[in-house]
C-alpha cells in the first residue's frame, strides 16, 4: 500500500515556476515507479512525467520536456515535480501517481493522490 500526498501547487504568471511535491507512505515506495498526470477542466487526464524506481529513467510528455523536471528521493519518501516557463495551457489539477512498472498509462497507476491545483496566469 501506498498514500500519497501532494503540494506546492499554486498561482503563477506565466513564465514563471513551481515545484510540486509528493510525499508517500509505505514500506515499499522505493519499488515504485512514480508519475505526474494532470486535468485540465473539461479534458481527459494527461500524462506528464515519469520516473523510475531507482531514478535512472524517466520519461516526459512532449508538451513539458524540457521545461519541467521530475526527481525523486527514496529516502524522503518524496517525488518532486519542478515546472519552469509555465504556460496557461498547464493550468490543470496535478496529480501524484505510483505503479510497480515504469508506464505513461494512467489505467496502469495503482495508488493516486488527491491533486493539487495549479493555475497560471498570461
Known amino acids: 500500500q501506498v498514500q500519497l500526498v501532494e503540494s506546492g501547487g499554486g498561482l503563477v504568471q506565466a513564465g514563471g515556476s513551481l515545484r510540486l511535491s509528493c510525499a508517500a507512505s509505505?514500506?515499499?515506495?522505493?519499488?515504485?515507479?512514480m508519475a505526474w498526470f494532470r486535468q485540465a477542466p473539461g479534458k481527459e487526464r494527461e500524462f506528464v512525467a515519469a520516473i523510475r524506481w531507482s531514478g535512472g529513467i524517466t520519461y516526459y510528455a512532449d508538451s513539458v520536456k524540457g521545461r519541467f523536471t521530475i526527481s525523486r528521493d527514496n529516502a524522503k519518501k518524496m517525488v518532486y515535480l519542478q515546472m519552469n516557463s509555465l504556460k496557461p495551457e498547464d493550468t490543470a489539477v496535478y496529480y501524484c501517481?505510483?505503479?510497480?512498472?515504469?508506464?505513461?498509462?494512467?489505467?496502469?497507476?495503482?495508488?493516486w493522490g488527491q491533486g493539487t491545483q495549479v493555475t497560471v496566469s498570461s
Open positions: 501517481a505510483a505503479d510497480r512498472g515504469l508506464t505513461t498509462i494512467h489505467d496502469e497507476y495503482d495508488y
Open positions: 509505505g514500506r515499499t515506495f522505493s519499488s515504485y515507479a
